[in-house]
Nanobody, 127 residues
Framework: QVQLVESGGGSVQAGGSLRLSCAAS????????MGWFRQAPGKEREFVAVIRWNFGNTYYADSLKGRFTISRDTAKNAVYLQMNSVKPEDTAVYYCAASRVPYGSRWPINDKEYDDWGQGTQVTVSS
């Protein structure tokens, strides 16, 4: 059974940085992509970024490209989200998710395309 555990959330001032971590366990992820989503109060869950476990190639939401960076450490079975120049509108619960997507398929950006989810970590950005 896949387990995803996020950490690293907290409170940060606008313009600052935060690094989220996702510890993955329960299986090998060689054919998976790992994504980050976020959900702000009163809003739908939103795609942030995704990385292919095997090759490390990435895809981002257009609005976040340049500020957020997704990466993974296959030796540690971990995925990271580096958040720079954060803004109050980045305030949300951030979720790590896993999806088995064949290489060459389009990037999965809909949360329904992901099978396994972490419990989320709160990020609060103050102005």
């Amino acid at each position: 059974q896949v387990q995803l555990v996020e950490s690293g959330g907290g409170s940060v001032q606008a313009g600052g940085s935060l690094r989220l971590s996702c510890a993955a366990s329960g299986r090998t992820f060689s054919n998976y992509v790992m994504g980050w989503f976020r959900q702000a109060p009163g809003k739908e869950r939103e795609f942030v970024a995704v990385i292919r476990w095997n090759f490390g190639n990435t895809y981002y939401a257009d609005s976040l490209k340049g500020r957020f960076t997704i990466s993974r450490d296959t030796a540690k079975n971990a995925v990271y989200l580096q958040m720079n120049s954060v803004k109050p509108e980045d305030t949300a619960v951030y979720y790590c998710a896993a999806s088995r997507v064949p290489y060459g398929s389009r990037w999965p950006i809909n949360d329904k395309e992901y099978d396994d989810w972490g419990q989320g970590t709160q990020v609060t950005v103050s102005s």
